[in-house]
């Protein structure tokens, strides 16, 4: 028995089957991103780390991962908001850890591991006069196209190299670090405590990723208490192998990194429970 051609009915059948190859195209991509995921520490280089499989302990606000910095979205690489680390940075993180609970302190992380992507991204941004969304916030008081010469942005950046992090302290019970949702008014990084982002750290005498002079670990204009827990911050890291840098409170490199000279590039993917 032969079929009767149905132009109307062939188009239909032709609509359906480009509906259902969109269908297993979407279907293949969910599953290789599940693949991706659970391939976690195994994609890791060999001496990388998630720090939350050594110190679960230490806070993190992934900065990168969400629009909460001074780009305002996400950074290319940043697929989760993972802290990833050379083990022997890791390490001695969990050292200073230690050291910071006996004085009911606990470390909080921004950002660690940067992908060489991200920093590319940095530089283009640099260059973009227009984007200017997050200056009442990050840098108030600073040209971005000059960020690079000041020395708030490196590039290459010693993060790639997976032994640097940027930190700060809070107290060792708080309860939950505050979210941003991107409703609320910008405030300049350099306000005042209380008036200025919370996030939950100890008055350090700016927010993080503040590209301003008050930043700077030595600076004059932030109240005593401020300073001192600057120095507090700095003298413990330094106790533990780390190198602070002068423009910025928050930032550390340690001292014997495995990978000096090196600049990596894989993406920060989710990492596996165990």
Not at 32 to 40: E, S
Not at 118 to 143: G, H, I, S
């Amino acid at each position: 028995m032969g079929w009767r051609v149905n132009p109307s009915g062939d188009r239909a059948i032709d609509r359906a089957l480009r509906a259902g190859a969109w269908i297993t195209a979407w279907t293949a991509l969910a599953l290789a991103l599940v693949a991706t995921a659970a391939a976690g520490p195994a994609s890791l280089p060999n001496g990388f780390v998630y720090l939350r499989d050594i110190d679960p302990t230490i806070r993190q606000d992934i900065r990168y991962a969400g629009a909460h910095n001074f780009i305002g979205s996400p950074i290319d690489g940043y697929v989760a908001a993972e802290c990833v680390l050379t083990e022997r940075a890791v390490r001695a993180l969990a050292r200073v850890q230690r050291e910071l609970a006996r004085s009911r302190l606990s470390l909080i992380v921004w950002d660690c591991y940067r992908p060489a992507r991200a920093v590319a991204q940095f530089v283009r941004w640099t260059k973009d006069r227009a984007d200017t969304r997050m200056k009442a916030e990050f840098y108030p008081n600073t040209d971005k196209t000059r960020l690079i010469s000041l020395g708030y942005i490196g590039s290459p950046s010693k993060h790639s190299r997976g032994s640097t992090v940027d930190l700060g302290l809070v107290p060792i019970d708080v309860s939950s670090i505050p979210p941003w949702t991107g409703r609320e008014a910008l405030v300049a990084c350099t306000a005042p405590k209380g008036a200025r982002f919370d996030d939950g750290t100890i008055d350090l005498g700016t927010g993080y990723d503040c590209l301003d002079t008050r930043a700077h670990i030595n600076d004059r204009h932030i109240p005593a208490a401020a300073r001192a827990n600057r120095l507090r911050l700095r003298d413990t890291m330094v106790q533990h192998g780390f190198r602070p840098y002068a423009r910025e409170w928050w930032h550390f490199e340690l001292i014997k990194e495995p990978f000096p000279g090196r600049a990596f590039d894989f993406p920060i993917l989710p990492r596996v429970a165990r």
